[in-house]
């Protein structure tokens, strides 16, 4: 870690009781007609549609609407709504959801402007050739921290792995961060989402991009995240744990946009798309193994304890699992150990861009390894 460094994030934060409303104040400033980007059903029942649509109309703003975020999106449902977004001529688009829906958005941003563009030749670091749209974020979880990320992931099916499109320009100019919100987040997928923003924090202070301040931004997330997320779980109404662990979310999302991901992200990438483990879940099933073997270098033993305070980590985050009532071995989420080698292959592709974070490289073995830690 370098004491010179370099920090940018161009995101409006507005944090808490009302956060929702600044959208009345701000909308216009973002353009004159909004698409507004959901999952399926969660923000039509819950009503959060409808409160997101009086805002908008408050500010004077038109919108349209596309519905067709999914968990794990691929690159046909951002082609899909970049499509709706150049029919209905919106010219800023705002993500209300959870990291899907988000990074669906950002997908959309970066996509609409540059139709004659396939969406595969935006992957990677600042591959933009056109401006994107704005973009606003609404979480509803807490876990993605996609509110403040220059990052959207999406599924690239021909390849069988996650990709991102990197760019600053798609961060949020408006993160509207409504602890509320989450409050219908059962105890199950508040767990996984929680254990995303754990990874991030983690995985953050182990890239080569690390500095003082993400590391202090990833210390917090982390005290938050062990504080907040065992209660909650247990009680999925208590406010003030919401509020953390968005808080937690929110600062460890603030970390990874500077830092990026390491392995464990990228390991998880194979788990979600073999057999369909949640995201946050999937990126947390490595990490004993991960930390483990990092904790007894010199390069990274020192900064695992300082942010995370544990001197057995691998133990101490099964633990943590455990806890929560997650699965804490490949074995208990249903994996075969025969599929072993099929996913260390595939993470060798899933952890291109982790490894690059790291400055360090893996090989099929090491992977292997690894899974194979934490198979039982």
């Not at 940018?8 to 009781?17: I, Q």
């Not at 209905?88 to 563009?117: H, L, Q, T, Y």
């Given at each position: ?8 994030l ?6 808490g009781v009302s956060?929702?409303?600044v ?10 007609k909004a698409?507004?980007?959901?999952g ?9 549609r409808t409160?997101?649509?009086e805002?908008l109309?408050?500010?004077g703003?038109?919108?349209?609407v596309?519905d067709?975020?999914i ?10 709504g ?5 029919r ?11 990291g899907s ?11 609409a402007p540059?139709?004659?563009?396939p ?7 600042e591959?933009?050739?056109?401006r ?9 979880t ?6 403040v990320?220059?990052?959207a ?30 409050l219908?987040?059962p ?12 990874c991030?924090a983690?995985e953050?202070?182990?890239a080569?991009?690390r500095?003082?301040?993400?590391l202090?931004?990833?210390?917090e ?9 065992p209660?909650l ?5 208590d406010l ?11 600062t ?6 500077q ?5 464990g992200?990228g390991?998880g ?7 369909g ?7 947390v099933m490595a990490?004993?193994?991960?930390l483990?073997?990092l ?6 033993g020192?900064?695992i ?15 943590f ?7 804490a ?6 994996i ?23 400055g ?17």
């Amino acid at each position: 870690m370098s004491s010179r460094f370099y920090w940018y994030l161009p995101t409006e934060v507005f944090f808490g009781v009302s956060a929702l409303d600044v959208l009345s104040e701000k909308a216009a400033g973002l353009g004159r007609k909004a698409l507004l980007v959901t999952g399926r059903s969660f923000a039509a029942k819950s009503g959060l549609r409808t409160r997101i649509e009086e805002r908008l109309k408050a500010a004077g703003v038109a919108w349209a609407v596309f519905d067709g975020a999914i968990p794990d999106p691929e690159i046909g449902t951002v082609a899909a709504g970049a499509e709706v977004c150049r029919r209905e001529n919106c010219n800023f688009v705002i993500g209300a959801g959870g990291g899907s829906a988000m990074d669906v958005a950002k997908g959309i941003a970066a996509a609409a402007p540059d139709p004659a563009r396939p969406i595969e030749e935006l992957f990677g670091y600042e591959q933009l050739r056109v401006r994107p749209l704005p973009v606003a974020a609404v979480p509803t979880t807490s876990g993605s921290g996609s509110e403040v990320t220059r990052y959207a992931v999406i599924v690239d099916p021909a390849a069988r792995t996650k990709k991102t499109i990197s760019s600053a320009s798609i961060n949020p100019r408006l993160a509207l961060v409504q602890p509320e919100l989450t409050l219908t987040l059962p105890a199950d997928l508040t767990a996984e989402t929680g254990l995303d923003a754990f990874c991030h924090a983690v995985e953050g202070s182990l890239a080569a991009a690390r500095t003082p301040v993400s590391l202090a931004l990833a210390r917090e997330a982390v005290r938050l995240i062990t504080r907040h997320l065992p209660e909650l779980v247990r009680r999925p109404d208590d406010l003030a744990g919401r509020e953390g662990m968005s808080l937690a979310a929110l600062t460890a999302g603030m970390v990874i946009n500077q830092t990026g991901t390491i392995i464990g992200h990228g390991m998880g990438y194979p788990l979600t798309i073999n057999y369909g483990i949640q995201h946050g879940l999937a990126s947390v099933m490595a990490m004993p193994a991960i930390l483990d073997e990092l904790i007894v270098t010199d390069e990274y033993g020192p900064v695992i304890r300082e942010v995370t305070g544990w001197t057995e980590p691998g133990r101490q985050l099964r633990d943590f699992c455990g806890r929560l009532g997650r699965p804490a071995s490949l074995k208990a989420a249903g994996i075969g150990r025969s599929d072993l080698p099929k996913l260390a292959a595939e993470a060798v592709v899933g952890c291109q861009r982790a490894m690059q974070n790291m400055g360090r490289n893996f090989t099929e073995a090491d992977f292997l390894r690894f899974y194979e830690s934490v198979y039982d």
